[in-house]
Every structure is written in C-alpha cells, then in structure tokens.
C-alpha cells in the first residue's frame, strides 16, 4: 500500500447480458490482506459505474449467447480498430457511488491477524456494498429506456407516437422507483426530451438492431426476433430497478386466498434465495 490508485474490475469479465455479474473476489481479497497489513493507512473503495449508449462489441456478444466461440484478438482485429473508431457509438456515462471506507476485522486474542472467517466476511461485504453501490448510481440512458420500451411490445410493431409515450411511462416508473437519469434524457418538469430518444432509435436503426417502416403515412418499429437478445442487453442495464416490486408482485400473485404481510415476505425471500445467482440483492 504505497498510496496509488488500484483499479480493477470487481465482476472479473465483461457482462454479455447487461446485467451486473456476481462480484469475483480475488482481487478485492489481496486488497483486503494488504489493508489489513498496513492498519496505519486509510484506504478507501469507490464504487464506479460506467454505461454505454451503445456497445461495440454487440455483435460478438449476441454470437456468444447463442452458442457461438469468443473470438480471440487477433491482428486482423486490430487493423480493423482504426475503422471502429470512426463510427458514432454514442455517449459514455461515469458515475460515482458512496465511498467506502475499509474497516478492519476484530483480531483474535491470540493472534494480531483476524480469524479467516472473520476476514472472508469483510470481503464479502465489501464486494456486495460495491456492487449495491454500482447498481444504484447506474443511470437510466436513453438507449436502455428505448430497448426496454421496444421490447415491452413483443410480437407487433411500434408507432413512434407509441414508443415516446411508452418511455414517458417507463420513466415515470423509474424515477418512482429512485433511479437517476442521464442528463441528456432530462427535458423540462421531470419530463423526458424527444430528441433524444429519436437519437437512441437511430442509434438503433443504424445498428439494424430495429427496423423502421411506415404503414398508412405513420412511422413504426418492429424488433426482428435474430436481434432481440442484443436490445435485451441494454433493456437489462435497468432491470435491477424492477426486481424488488417484481418479486412482491409474484408473491402476492401466488395461487391462494389471504396474504398476510409475514406470508408475503416469507415468499419474497424465498424468491430472492431462488433467484441469489441472478441478481444482486443488498
């Protein structure tokens, strides 16, 4: 711990469904043995998340969802850099969580180091304030508010009127639910600008991830079933604000008559323990 910055990714690989991946713990474990070893320094985790308005490498994800190889780097693929760079993909957006400030575990009363379980837990519970934290501060882009709007509408086409109504309507819903929005998607009184979700669906368009047609003079959208899984990564960018009413809503749905509030929890945690490896819980 000689006073660097130490960046690092705590999911351990890149996300190809847009959902953040469960934290992998090594990295963060040989941060924790070295504040652990050198108590006299403050050491700080900052959570930090990065969104994409559009990813570049969608294509290749798309192939390995559905079965395909990761392709390897190769030279081939670094000639073709220059002409990557040269197409618009869109805005980057950086966020910054909570900072957390490392706290050691209790040592052992016959030892100055803490117990290995004890040590297991402070890493753990890191790694899970980190994730939480990257997940709350995610913000909502115009991208991943159209993809999930568009795919809200499975099996028919989408008029634009339709669409800018269905994503003031996600919105609504999201700023309800707390999430923070890109400052390009804020128009005036919490409403949401149309021009940039006209700029997400050319986005779109361009990407031939949606198709546009018109049909009696009115312009619509339709989502080709090969490209649904790549909208489905930005849609799940979001997803994570939905899963605790989801969760309530299932159970509160469950076959039967009379629901008492102690039922209704015992159900959500027995969704949340069945659902633990798919989403991030705090």
Known sequence: MEGFNIEFFL???????GKLLAPKYGLLSMMVDACIQTPSRKVHFV???????RIIEAGSYVDELTGGEKQKENLSGLLRTPRVLRRKYGRLYVQIGRIIPFEAPPTTADSRAPSP??????????????????NRVTVVTPASLVATALLLNRGSSLSQSGLVELSRV?????????????????????????DTVEEATRLFLDGKLIARHERSGEVRFTVP???RIALEY?????????????????????????????????????????????????
Do not use: W
Not at 117 to 134: G, K, M, N, P, S
Not at 263 to 276: G, H, N, P, W
């Open 11 to 17: 999911e351990g690989g890149r996300s190809r469904t």
């Open 47 to 53: 959570p930090i998340s990065i969104g994409y308005e």
């Open 117 to 134: 379980a004890a040590r297991r837990r402070v890493v753990q519970h890191i790694a899970h304030q980190v994730t939480h934290e990257i």
């Open 170 to 194: 996600l919105a609504r819903t999201l700023e309800d639910l707390g999430a923070r929005f890109a400052r390009t998607l804020q128009g005036p009184s919490s409403s949401i600008r149309l």
């Open 225 to 227: 079933d090969e490209r």
């Open 234 to 282: 930005y849609k799940n960018n979001l997803l994570h604000f939905f899963v605790p009413a989801a969760l309530i809503s299932a159970a509160l749905l469950k076959p039967g008559t009379g629901r008492t509030v102690a039922m209704v929890r015992a159900q959500v945690d027995e969704l949340s323990r069945l659902f633990k490896y798919e989403f991030l819980f705090h």
